[in-house]
C-alpha cells in the first residue's frame, strides 16, 4: 500500500498545464480582432464549400483551421503543425494512450525522450528515470533500448514539499503541493511488466537511494520531478555518472509551472560551464561531450 490521498491527478495534465484538468484561468475570449483576422470573410466561405464539397484533403484542413480558431478563442493555447509522421505512427499511439488513457497532452514529450534512447544504443551504460509516476516514460525507455538496466527513482508518495524556488509563479499558474501525482509502486510495476529483469525499481526519496548506483554509468537519464531540490540532486548526482555522448533528458526545463527545475538546471550549467538545449517540446538536454 502507499500513503497517497485520494485526489492522484494525471500526470502531464496537471504538471504541466497549470494543474487545471480541462481549460486554463485564460478561458477568456481573445480580442475580437485577433479571431477576425482568423475568420474572414473569403475564408469561411471557402470552409463551408470545402466542408460541403471538398476532397478528404480538403475537409481535414476545415476541421484543422477549426480547432484553431477554438484555440485561440480560449487563449493562447499552441495548435501544432499538422501532418507529422510520428502522430502517423499506430502503435506508439496505442501504446500512450493505454498508459496515459484520456491524457494527450506529453506525446511529443515520450516521442522525443524515446528518439534519444534509440540514439544512446549506440553507447555502453544503463539508464535512469528520476520520478516515474506510473510509467509512461519508463514504458517507452524500456521500449527503445537494446541494453542495460533501466534504473527508476520514485518516492510513490508524490512530490516532496515545493520551496521558495517553486513556489515562484505568475499568478496565472496552480502551484504545487506536496504529496501532488502519488501512485503505488505497485501500478508502476504492473505497467512495466513486458519489461521484466531489465527495470530497477528503488522507491524512496530522492536523492536517498542514488547510492545504490553509484558505480554505475549511464547514457540516458530522464528527470521529471517538478520541484527544485530532487532535481537539483538529480543532476549532481548524474552529470559526473553519463557516459561520454549521454544525455540527461529534463522534461520540466522549459515549463512556467517548474521554475525550481529550470533554476536547478541553469545552476548546474553555470557550474558545469554547459550548454542546455531547450526543446520546442519544452524539455531541456544536456548532452556530455
Ligand atoms: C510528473 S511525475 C513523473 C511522470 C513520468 N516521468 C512520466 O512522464 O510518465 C513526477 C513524479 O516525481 C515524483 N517525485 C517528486 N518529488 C520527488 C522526490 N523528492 N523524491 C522522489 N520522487 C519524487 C512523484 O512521486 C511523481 O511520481
Redesign the pocket.
Known sequence: MNSCSSGAVD??ER?RSGNAPFLHQQNIIREPELLMAMITPSRLGRAVKWFITGNPAQRRRVRQELARVAAAAFGDFPISDDYKLWREDKQFLDDFNR??PGNPY?QD??WTLREYVKLSNALPGDLA??????????FFTAQASTHGKLYL????????DPDATDKDIDADVMPWTAGD???SEAVLRNNLAPYGDSIVVLP???PDRFHEVANRQFRVV?I????Y??TRDSLEFFYPRLVKGGVIVM?DYGFKTCPGATRAAEELAATQGISILHLATGQGVITKV
Open positions: 500526470t502531464d504538471s498508459m496515459s506529453s514529450r515520450k528515470e528520476c520520478g516515474c509516476y506510473v510509467g509512461t516514460s519508463a527513482f520514485d518516492s510513490f508518495e508524490g512530490l516532496s501525482l502519488c501512485t524512496g526519496w530522492i530522464h521529471d520531478v517538478d520541484l531540490q530532487p522534461d
